[in-house]
Structures are given as C-alpha cells and as structure tokens.
C-alpha cells in the first residue's frame, strides 16, 4: 500500500477505495479526477464509445461534480479493425461528453492487440458538497438508480446465447448518463454515494459500508433486473469477475434469503456503466425516488436500508 499523502487539500484519496480523487483549490472549488477505460462490452464501435465514456464520466456524478474536460484514451489495433471503427468510438465517446456539458481536449492513443476505450475526467466541486462512499448513517435508506446485470447480457450475446436483438432495447439506458440522477440526489439530504460497476452490487454496497463504519440490509426482491439476465446465468452463462466479487464479500455477507444458483451468481455480476447507489435520509428517500422516476429514472428503486452495527457487513434478507 502506498502511502497516504499528507496534503490537507487533497481532501479524498485512495484509502476509502472511493470513485475519484478530489483536490480543493480554494474555499469554494475542488477539482475532481478520475480515469477509466474498458475492454468493448459489445461489437458496434459507436455504442463500444457510448458506454465507455458514459462509464468514465460516471465518477465524477458519484462524487457529487459537474465534468468540465475528458481526454480521450484509446488503445487499438489499428492495422486490424481500420480508421473508420476507430472514428465511430471517439464519435460515441465525443457524444456523451458533449451531453455531459463537459469539453473533450485531447488524448492519447497507443497501438494495442485488443481495443480498449475510455476517459481521463476532470470534473469541480465545492468542497462542502462532496459525495463519498463513507458518510452513510443509521437509519438511511438505500436508492439504486440503474439495473443490474450488464455483465453476463454482454458475455451472452457474444456466445450466442442472447440474440443481439434482446441486447440492443437496454444499451441505451447502459450509456445514460448519472447526470439527471446526481443532480437531483444534491437537492436531498445525501449521505453517501458510489456507482456500481466492476465489483458488482455486493462489492460495492460492502465498499460502502466499510468505509462507513456500517452494516447494510439489502432486500432481494428490491433490486431492479435488466431483462434476461438471471436467465443467462440458468443457461450457463457467467463472466470471469464472478467469482472475485464473490470472494470480495465473503466473510462479509449473510443471505437470509431463498435463492436459486442463479439467482446467487447474478448478485456478484460485474456492472459496466451501472448506476449510482446512493444513501439517503429515510425522511427525504421517497421524495427523492419519486423525483428520479418522474425524471424518466423508471428502473430506480429503494433497495435497502443502513443500520449501525459492530462491523460493515450486508444482511441479504
């Protein structure tokens, strides 16, 4: 582990395993930074750029901020796939920057065996409303605001046992961006906020609650489903991070609840560009979850509720 900085203006760091890092530059403003890239969760290039991008620039909304700059990162094997697939990522990735607000500035490129997309993010904050992963309270109820199960849909319609036909009704709501749902969290009394994606809901929700100093019930039958994605896991389908967010949690969760195989596997299904979780005051968390819905958020929904305890762990009820 390296060790941690010791400049009061870098105000989050790596220690909370938290979304981005945050740096105050003055009473007022914070700047955000974060970088991410991904492997293509699907073969068209301009929707490979889409939820790429929409993945990176995710950070900065779990953080509480408003994007301002990206940079382009891309990794391509340019004498493979040829200039016209490279065009339709940076287009998809170009898109979704300009609906985040923000101004693509430039990038970097290098040659690479297997494509790989993604943004360096600079976003601003005021330093009195940062969201983090670690303020989560007793009594707060949790909001997801996106499906889940991207992991195993992709890795399915790539083996074939998915038609690309079912895939291609979600992929929008994959690339959506958090904007509308962090920007209507900041009008409620948010406590705590993280996006879900490689570690899956349970990895997340434990990273929650551990740099919390709190313990999580979460309620099954609450959490939203992108159509057919148990399913793939009953037609044996799976992803290589199942069985790591597994291990990530073990020891750590307690499943009170009847679950097939299925069922199971789908909980450590890794996330890409999921949406945000978020803890929210029990006072101000139907308001909220109405708000998200009128604003076409229709997937969001409470999915459980924080409790103090003598160490973070998830009760599955």
Not at 91 to 99: F, H, I, Q
Not at 113 to 126: C, M, N, Q, R
Not at 151 to 162: E, H, I, Q, T
Not at 185 to 207: M, N, P, Q, R
Request: contains cysteine; proline residues 6%.
């Amino acid at each position: 582990m390296l060790p941690s900085s010791s400049d009061p203006n870098l105000l989050v760091g790596f220690e909370t395993s938290d979304d981005a890092a945050v740096y105050r530059v003055s009473d007022r403003i914070a700047v955000i930074s974060t970088v991410d890239f991904i492997t293509p969760p699907v073969d068209d290039p301009l929707w490979f750029g889409r939820i790429a991008a929409a993945n990176s620039i995710s950070d900065i909304y779990a953080m509480g901020g408003r994007p301002i700059t990206a940079l382009n990162l891309i990794m391509f094997p340019s004498k493979k796939l040829g200039v016209e697939v490279l065009k339709a990522i940076l287009l998809g990735g170009s898109e979704k920057v300009a609906e985040a607000g923000a101004s693509l500035a430039g990038g970097h490129s290098v040659e690479d065996d297997e494509p790989k997309y993604g943004l360096a993010v600079t976003g601003i904050v005021s330093p009195e409303k940062i969201l983090t992963n670690a303020g989560a309270k007793p009594g707060d109820r949790l909001i997801l605001t996106k499906p889940l199960g991207t992991g195993v849909l992709f890795n399915a319609c790539r083996s074939g046992k998915l038609p690309r036909q079912d895939l291609e009704p979600i992929l929008p709501q994959v690339a959506a961006l958090n904007r509308t749902a962090s920007e209507l969290a900041l009008k409620f009394e948010v406590h705590s906020c993280t996006d879900i994606t490689g570690f899956g809901i349970l990895g997340h929700t434990l990273e929650m609650a551990r740099a919390s100093s709190v313990k999580v019930d979460l309620e099954f039958g609450a959490l939203p489903s992108y159509p057919n994605s148990v399913d793939m896991y009953r037609r044996g389908e799976t992803t290589g991070s199942n069985e790591p967010n597994r291990k990530l949690v073990e020891g750590s969760l307690h499943v009170s609840v009847n679950l097939s195989k299925e069922q199971h596997q789908w909980l450590f299904d890794p996330q890409t560009s999921g949406g945000l979780l978020l803890s929210v005051s029990e006072s101000g968390a139907e308001n909220l979850l109405n708000e998200l819905r009128a604003a076409g958020l229709n997937s969001a929904a409470v999915i459980g509720r924080v409790k103090s305890g003598p160490r973070p762990e998830i009760n599955l009820i």
